[in-house]
């Protein structure tokens, strides 16, 4: 009864509508509307690429953008450079080497296969969560910034950058295991009996090394973040079940003490005894399906401050987000109340008690779920917005005009590599993300392939990236210099092929979802839907997941 009472006298503590999430202030602020969908994405991409870091780097004509593109092929920033030449794609033999950076030219290749070459293109990527852009001076971040395409922005929408999926989505591979891992999380959804009411997060805090100037406070916010969420656990165990189950070493704040990173009580008890919310069980990422609401936090659950996001949204529960300026590039879509509940070290326990006192509440939650599920995070919402990225990059830096022979005639490029991905039929080490995988055979069959092994081939000439044509089909017969990430896994290998148009990829989004009566192979008909890959719609069930 003791219990009810609290959680009502929270429930009427606070005002859940009016919660306001610190990325849709940032948003009210740069103007971009909070219209739930695509359309916002697209607003804060424009406003990104019209930032005053790029001025003088968004040349108009064929002889800026060429030299442009020369200027980067000639300083150190060439190794973090992806070419884009007739669907080929071309890096670096230094750029392979961040295994971040494996999986975005998996994703690219990805979105090739399914919807046909991109055009040609170059891009900047960086592969860490900070999102900071590089510069042609190679000062730091400290001289003339290039558009550099970020997984996040720690410090919210002002930072440098241009916002992308993060690597994550299937380790790259939206087509095939993104998709399947979807399934997997839906059918856990779906047979889950009765879910545990508690908040559930389970992962890390890890206090940083001392420096020889102290503690690195700038670096410390989601350890503050991760252990205030542990102290809700302490607080109210019957509500939330927030555990570390790797690492769960604090910050000594006594010794090391951080502006606006103070502990409270809670917080210190447990520094000086977690035993209370540690857990060392492993939980899978269906698992998470058992509870009414998972919790994402900044940082340290298996993949820094994107990945543990990514499945939220499809296992039935409500999705909580820790509020932080922290953004990823779907944000601009996102909304407190509509989509997920913000909550903070102040507000969680009264925000859950509202939820709970209002099914209606709760179940718009699960609403906006599935429709993040359809609209941003599919594998065609993903490869629908990398396409309008690289389109946007074209337009804002004329790329379409350059002239790629006189930009290579002079370039030495023995360090490049062509890229392609190898395919490799699905079998049993591929389904760790199966909670029952004892049926191997038909499993196997149901998956296909799984495009997760990068082949790299050597560059013969500059001349080779100039006159480079798509290709329809490559065996990966490089030859005896080609190096793979995962030898052992090489199949079938499929570089740019494509196997639909660029025009049928770039139809409506809402097209994908929305069956044609006249068709015999509409979306939602059993024909449609025993090819593989399947598409998104045919992953959904009569329960509502659509």
């Not at 607080?235 to 690492?247: A, E, I, L, R, T």
């Amino acid at each position: 009864m003791r219990t009810v009472l609290v959680a009502a006298a929270l429930a009427q503590a606070l005002d859940y509508s009016a919660v306001r999430w610190g990325p849709s202030r940032q948003q009210k602020k740069r103007g971009i509307p909070q219209n739930h969908g695509f359309a916002a994405l697209k607003k804060e991409l424009d406003r990104s690429l019209r930032e005053k870091w790029f001025k003088g780097r968004r040349p108009q004509t064929a002889a800026g953008a060429t030299e442009l593109l020369r200027e980067v092929l000639g300083s150190q920033v060439r190794d973090q450079l992806i070419l884009i030449r007739g669907g080929r794609l071309f890096t670096t033999h230094n750029f392979t080497h961040n295994t971040k950076h494996t999986y975005m030219l998996r994703l690219l290749a990805a979105v090739q296969r399914a919807g046909g070459p991109l055009p040609d293109a170059w891009l900047m990527y960086e592969s860490s969560s900070r999102g900071k852009c590089h510069d042609l001076d190679g000062l730091g971040g400290h001289g003339r910034l290039l558009p550099t395409l970020v997984i996040a922005k720690l410090d919210g929408y002002g930072q440098c950058g241009i916002l992308v999926p993060n690597p994550y989505f299937g380790l790259g591979d939206i087509n095939d295991m993104w998709r399947l891992q979807i399934e997997a999380l839906m059918d856990a959804n779906e047979t889950t009996k009765k879910r545990d009411p508690r908040v559930f997060w389970r992962g890390e805090v890890a206090a940083l090394a001392v420096k020889r100037k102290g503690y690195p406070c700038k670096s410390e916010r989601g350890n503050h973040a991760r252990l205030a969420a542990l102290a809700l656990t302490a607080d109210d165990p019957s509500h939330f079940d927030v555990k570390c189950n790797v690492g769960c070493e604090a910050r000594d704040a006594a010794k090391w003490p951080c502006p606006g990173l103070a502990y409270d009580a809670t917080m210190r008890k447990i520094y000086a005894d977690n035993s209370s919310i540690r857990d060392p069980k492993f939980y899978t990422e269906p698992d998470y399906a058992n509870y009414k609401y998972v919790l994402n936090l900044p940082g340290k659950t298996d993949g820094s401050y994107s990945r543990n996001l990514n499945h939220l949204w499809y296992v039935g529960a409500a999705v909580l987000l820790w509020d932080t300026p922290s953004v990823e590039w779907y944000y601009p879509a996102l909304k407190h109340g509509a989509t997920h509940a913000a909550v903070n070290r102040t507000t969680a326990r009264a925000v859950v008690a509202a939820l709970d006192a209002s099914p209606e509440k709760y179940a718009r939650l699960l609403a906006g779920a599935r429709r993040v599920q359809r609209e941003l995070t599919s594998p065609e919402a993903i490869a629908r917005y990398v396409r309008h990225v690289v389109d946007a990059l074209r337009r804002a830096q004329a790329q379409h005009l350059i002239k790629w022979g006189d930009v290579l005639a002079g370039e030495n490029c023995s360090d490049f590599v062509e890229v392609t991905v190898d395919g490799a039929p699905a079998h049993a080490r591929h389904l760790w993300f199966y909670q029952n995988a004892s049926d191997v055979a038909n499993t196997s069959a149901r998956v296909g392939m799984h495009y997760t092994t990068n082949v790299y081939a050597p560059v013969a000439s500059c001349a080779a990236m100039v006159g480079a044509a798509v290709k329809t089909r490559d065996t990966s017969s490089h030859g005896a210099s080609v190096r793979t990430d995962n030898p052992e896994a090489v199949g079938a290998s499929v570089g740019a092929a494509a196997s639909t148009s660029p025009a049928q990829a770039a139809r409506s989004f809402e097209s994908m979802y929305a069956p044609k009566s006249s068709s015999a192979t509409a979306p939602g008909s059993s024909s449609s839907c025993d090819r593989w890959p399947r598409p998104y719609h045919c992953m959904t069930s009569s329960s509502g997941i659509n």
